[in-house]
T-cell receptor, first 114, second 109 residues
Framework: DQQVKQNSPSLSVQEGRISILNCDYT??????FLWYKKYPAEGPTFLIS?????DKNEDGRFTVFLNKSAKHLSLHIVPSQPGDSAVYFC?????????????FGSGTQLTVLP | NAGVTQTPKFRILKIGQSMTLQCAQD?????MYWYRQDPGMGLKLIYY???????DKGEVPNGYNVSRSTTEDFPLRLELAAPSQTSVYFC????????FGDGTRLSIL
């Protein structure tokens, strides 16, 4: 039972255009959401996060939107750059349980074409 | 600028062998985690620790053991390696956000 789903395994975008990566979740107890970026042979690196009390968070070229009623979040990258090519993981933290356990989606491979 | 350091980076084991994956962090974080990532899948939590001397099971703990004798180190032990444990293992530390090491790629043949 996948509680965090990234239904698009891959996405290709032209340099300079907007990249939109999507994530759906089923657990209403999730209170905090994160996006991680992963390059080959490296560990995931934190990109941006959002609390469930907000619907938008911006950091430079990256914006995360949260729609709680739809249990959906998205990551917008504007403008996209070739260096953004990586696997992007959506992750969610549960209110219940201990130690800030994160549940990860399966990832979306973003390719930004020059 | 070390952050989270994992060793080894690669390892091949035979079925039934045992090994320890090492993880060390220099950020004085109380929280530490072990994840595994299988091809095409997200990361799944194996074990975690909220501080020295305290560990608990995550989503997929079977076949693994951990210990946390110091704040810095959180080794993961495989006692009887099985082909199903072929995966990439990531250690992480911290909270909101978690900081990850570069992983250990483990193959069981």
């Amino acid at each position: 039972d996948q509680q965090v789903k990234q239904n698009s395994p891959s996405l290709s975008v032209q340099e300079g255009r907007i990249s939109i990566l999507n994530c759906d979740y089923t657990n209403s107890m999730f209170d905090y959401f994160l996006w991680y970026k992963k390059y080959p042979a490296e560990g995931p690196t934190f990109l941006i996060s959002i609390s469930s009390i907000k619907d938008k968070n911006e950091d430079g070229r990256f914006t995360v939107f949260l729609n709680k009623s739809a249990k959906h979040l998205s990551l917008h990258i504007v403008p996209s750059q070739p260096g953004d090519s990586a696997v992007y993981f959506c992750a969610a933290r549960s209110l219940s349980g201990s130690a800030r356990q994160l549940t990860f989606g399966s990832g979306t491979q973003l390719t930004v074409l020059p | 600028n070390a952050g989270v350091t994992q060793t080894p980076k690669f390892r091949i084991l035979k079925i039934g062998q045992s090994m320890t994956l090492q993880c060390a962090q220099d950020m004085n974080h109380n929280y530490m985690y072990w994840y595994r990532q299988d091809p095409g899948m997200g990361l799944k939590l194996i074990y975690y620790s909220v501080g020295a001397g305290i560990t608990d099971k995550g989503e997929v703990p079977n076949g693994y053991n951990v210990s946390r004798s110091t704040t810095e180190d959180f080794p993961l032990r495989l006692e009887l390696a099985a082909p199903s444990q072929t995966s990439v293992y990531f250690c992480a530390s911290g909270d909101q956000p978690q900081h990850f090491g570069d992983g250990t790629r483990l193959s069981i043949l």
